[in-house]
């Protein structure tokens, strides 16, 4: 199976002015040339620092601050759908989590409250956030939470992320559609690069846990993307949790990165090796990759004024979710309402990330 920027039949956009937040990061690379396929106007938020060098040809751009709301209302207005997908994912603390995530849910949801006190957002007006399975909590039994499972989260993240669809959920009622996602893997993700990384110079990946395995969801980047189309939809509504309907452990999930790695590098299949590490001693590397973090920050901030660009991976936070029994979500709901179809399996997904991993010199 391959995998393709093409999109599945979207006439719902043909003509729709798009505004979409984050779509510069890794997602938004496989979601844009979906839109313009599909017919949209798009818009991508951006900040002042924001990268925009690779961004489709027919992409316009609107300058932005999602924490003080400088820039926002001129920049929804007009817009027939929002994707909101801008989020802090790997923070120092409770504090950055909320100040990235849910402040910035309150700026848009301001935002959309004076747009539609003056009569600018239409009846069709449509507003997709691409929230988190973290939102929803942990299960480590198949098929996972569904649409119906109260949520229950067990991280800084997923609180924010929560609080997001709670404060937007308030202003926006049935105009919000949310997504939750569990882990996204595909070209140009940064999140998943050292266990990329770990896998293909020493064949060697971590599973959370001694003596037990780890379940997941996931769902490659192209198939994210089907499914904020689908998202956009009119006949819409409520959360939809999302997957390519496979259920993997941990083991799974890293040996198939290991296969499709030696694969494009035409070498000799090698076995991963898993190492099931005590939850004791995840605790304490993630505390102290967070202490060290926390140090590093503040020095930055004397010394250059301002913090670190991109706090670590691993930190205690990460820790409050490796630390559950598994992160299993059941997509059901989205396959039988809004037609969403996963396309891109394992294999195929490991070899695009591969990839793409390589044409951006990373591996």
Same mark, same amino acid.
């Given at each position: 199976m391959s995998v393709t920027a093409g999109n599945p039949m979207?006439?719902?956009?043909?003509?729709?002015?798009?505004?979409?937040?984050?779509?510069?990061? *890794?997602?938004?690379?496989?979601?844009?040339? !979906?839109?313009?396929?599909?017919?949209?106007?798009?818009? +991508?938020?951006?900040?002042?620092?924001?990268?925009?060098?690779?961004?489709?040809?027919?992409?316009?751009?609107?300058?932005?601050?999602?924490?003080?709301?400088?820039?926002?209302? !001129?920049?929804l207005q007009g817009k027939d759908v929002v994707i909101h997908m801008a989020a802090l994912l790997f923070g120092l603390g409770w504090q950055d989590y909320l100040r990235a995530n849910a402040l910035a849910a309150r700026s848009m949801a301001s935002a959309l409250t004076r747009l539609s006190a003056q009569g600018e957002l239409g009846e069709s007006f449509r507003f997709v956030l691409v929230s988190s399975l973290a939102a929803t909590g942990p299960s480590g039994r198949a098929p996972g939470v569904n649409d119906a499972t109260p949520a229950a989260p067990v991280s800084a993240y997923g609180w924010s992320k929560m609080l997001t669809e709670q404060v937007l959920g308030r202003a926006l009622g049935q105009s919000l559609v949310t997504l939750r996602p569990p882990i996204i893997y595909g070209s140009g993700d940064k999140g998943l690069l050292p266990v990329f990384k770990g896998v293909q110079m020493a064949a060697t990946?971590?599973?959370? $846990?001694?003596?037990?395995? *780890? %379940?997941?969801?996931?769902?490659?980047?192209?198939? @994210?993307? !089907?499914?904020?189309? +689908?998202?956009?939809?009119?006949?819409?509504?409520?959360? %939809?949790?999302?997957?390519?309907?496979?259920? %993997?452990? &941990?083991?799974? *999930?890293?040996?198939? @990165?290991?296969?499709?790695?030696?694969?494009?590098?035409?070498?000799?299949?090698?076995? /991963?090796?898993?190492?099931? @590490?005590?939850?004791?001693? &995840?605790? +304490?590397?993630? $505390?102290?990759?967070?202490?060290?973090?926390?140090?590093?920050?503040?020095?930055?901030?004397?010394? /250059?004024?301002?913090?670190?660009?991109?706090?670590?991976a691993w930190n205690l936070d990460k820790y409050r979710e490796a630390r559950q029994a598994g992160w299993l979500c059941d997509n059901s709901r989205i396959c039988a309402e809004l037609g969403f179809v996963p396309r891109v399996n394992l294999e195929a997904g490991m070899t695009e990330a591969i990839e793409g991993y390589r044409r951006e010199g990373w591996l």
């Open positions: 979207a006439p719902h956009l043909a003509g729709k002015k798009v505004l979409l937040t984050g779509g510069t990061g *890794f997602v938004g690379r496989h979601l844009l040339p !979906q839109l313009l396929a599909a017919g949209a106007e798009v818009t +991508c938020l951006t900040r002042a620092v924001s990268r925009t060098g690779h961004l489709p040809q027919g992409v316009a751009t609107a300058q932005a601050d999602l924490t003080t709301g400088a820039g926002l209302e !001129q920049a990946a971590v599973s959370p $846990g001694a003596g037990r395995e *780890f %379940y997941v969801s996931a769902v490659h980047a192209t198939d @994210m993307a !089907q499914a904020v189309l +689908c998202a956009c939809k009119p006949e819409a509504r409520g959360a %939809y949790h999302l997957s390519d309907g496979e259920t %993997y452990t &941990m083991s799974d *999930f890293c040996r198939g @990165m290991g296969a499709a790695m030696d694969n494009v590098l035409n070498r000799a299949p090698r076995k /991963v090796r898993i190492i099931r @590490m005590p939850l004791p001693v &995840m605790a +304490c590397t993630a $505390g102290l990759s967070t202490a060290l973090a926390v140090v590093a920050d503040a020095v930055a901030n004397r010394l /250059v004024g301002h913090g670190l660009r991109r706090p670590p």
